[in-house]
């Protein structure tokens, strides 16, 4: 006796067209995982290049600093931007006269971060500064200011700001 079995039960003839519901969610969640490593990498390469010119400014404070207080001598420094750089050059007093100081090169940053700064009003006439700055004296007193930069427009502003005793304090600038 011979049976026949008809229709798809035995043999699918069915082609899938498409892809399945499961599918779909585990491509989702693989694009997912992705572009969440790829913004928290992003992220973290930007807090360390602020931590980087941080450093780089608290350096070049930190040497005038010491360049006061070793030769006994006044030290400005004055920041200065162009449309792509920012600068931090040093002044000695000598010979009651400003001379761009030998021993302390300056600090540039080329196209690095967008930055701003306040200095101190400083008014006295006898002094003849060449440029707004900040002063270091030979005493060990510092003129109190602080530098801001943000590397770029969708990034939050970081400050560096330091008081008359050199106390440093370094993070992202609160509105």
Do not use: C
């Amino acid at each position: 006796m011979q049976q026949s079995v008809t229709g798809n039960v035995t043999s699918p003839s069915y082609s899938q067209t498409g892809f399945t519901l499961i599918e779909l969610l585990v491509v989702l969640a693989i694009v997912g995982i992705i572009a969440s490593v790829g913004v928290l990498s992003l992220n973290t390469n930007e807090q360390a290049h602020a931590r980087s010119i941080s450093a780089k400014l608290q350096g070049a404070i930190q040497s005038s600093y010491d360049v006061a207080s070793f030769r006994q001598r006044l030290v400005l420094l004055v920041p200065e931007t162009t449309s792509e750089n920012f600068t931090l050059s040093a002044y000695e007093w000598i010979d009651q006269q400003w001379l761009r100081s030998e021993s302390l090169k300056p600090l540039l940053l080329e196209g690095e971060a967008e930055f701003s700064w306040q200095t101190e009003n400083l008014v006295n006439p006898l002094l003849k500064l060449p440029a707004e700055g900040w002063l270091f004296w030979p005493s060990g007193e510092v003129s109190s200011g602080w530098i801001q930069w943000q590397i770029n427009e969708e990034t939050q502003p970081y400050q560096l700001s330091w008081d008359e005793s050199m106390q440093f304090d370094y993070g992202i600038k609160q509105p």
